[in-house]
């Protein structure tokens, strides 16, 4: 069965600091890689998305995510936090065509003033 | 163009009673997917509706139900509710492999 693990449950930057939080997935093939942002109370926001081709990909907000198909990762970075970055950030991925997103269990970011 | 909505917001039951949750697609989109997200969890698949039809199903009992109407909208339902069905419910809609997220309906049991 897929599976996702983000290793780290809560993590806090210096605005300003470069920010990279962790994504490893568990499937035999490669799926369809997605990071999502949460802000408390919220829904979902989709930030960046990897189906195929370049293995760096930018998303909205100044994120990046690159997959290392020997690592089965798929890391989101961003080279400046700012505090409005603060929320909970979600991996998740999605056999090709099924549609159905298993999540990992998400990586709150506090960002120190 | 409006995007995922849905309905209520907020909601409060008692155990054993029954709800309904509603979800409106963003425009263009078909399919309907459910998922539930438990305080300090990431989001775990119910169910997924598209041609009227639940496609894929996850993990859930046979409490939780879904409907999807000709307008691509789409219901939820959970009959004798437990404490342990509160949650954040959230509804995605998607056209292809991308889905869009709604603000979600936030159910307290008690």
């Known amino acids: 069965a897929q599976s996702v693990t983000q290793p780290d449950i809560h993590i806090t930057v210096s605005e300003g600091a470069s920010l990279e939080l962790r994504c490893n997935y568990s499937y035999g093939a490669t799926p369809y890689l997605f990071w999502y942002v949460q802000s408390p109370g919220q829904g979902l926001q989709l930030l960046l998305k990897?189906?195929?081709?370049?293995?760096l990909v930018q998303g909205i907000k100044g994120f990046e995510a690159e997959f290392k198909r020997s690592q089965s990762s798929f890391n989101l970075r961003k080279p400046s936090v700012h505090w409005s970055d603060a929320a909970e950030y979600f991996c998740?991925?999605?056999?090709?065509?099924?549609?159905?997103?298993?999540f990992g269990q998400g990586t709150r970011l506090t960002i120190n003033p | 163009d409006a995007g995922v909505t849905q309905s209520p917001t907020h909601l409060i039951k008692t155990r054993g009673q029954q709800v309904t949750l509603r979800c409106s697609p963003k425009s263009g989109h078909d399919t309907v997917s459910w998922y539930q997200q438990a305080l300090g969890q990431g989001p775990q698949f119910i169910f997924q509706?598209?041609?009227?039809?639940?496609?894929q199903r996850g993990n859930f009992p046979d409490r939780f139900s879904g409907h999807q109407f000709p307008n691509y909208s789409s219901e939820l339902n959970v009959n004798a509710l437990l404490l342990g069905d509160s949650a954040l419910y959230l509804c995605a809609s998607s056209f292809l492999d991308e889905q869009y997220f709604g603000p979600g309906t936030r159910l307290t049991v008690t």
């Open positions: 990897y189906f195929s081709g370049d293995t």
């Open positions: 509706y598209y041609e009227e039809e639940e496609r």
């Open positions: 998740a991925v999605c056999i090709q065509g099924a549609q159905k997103l298993v």
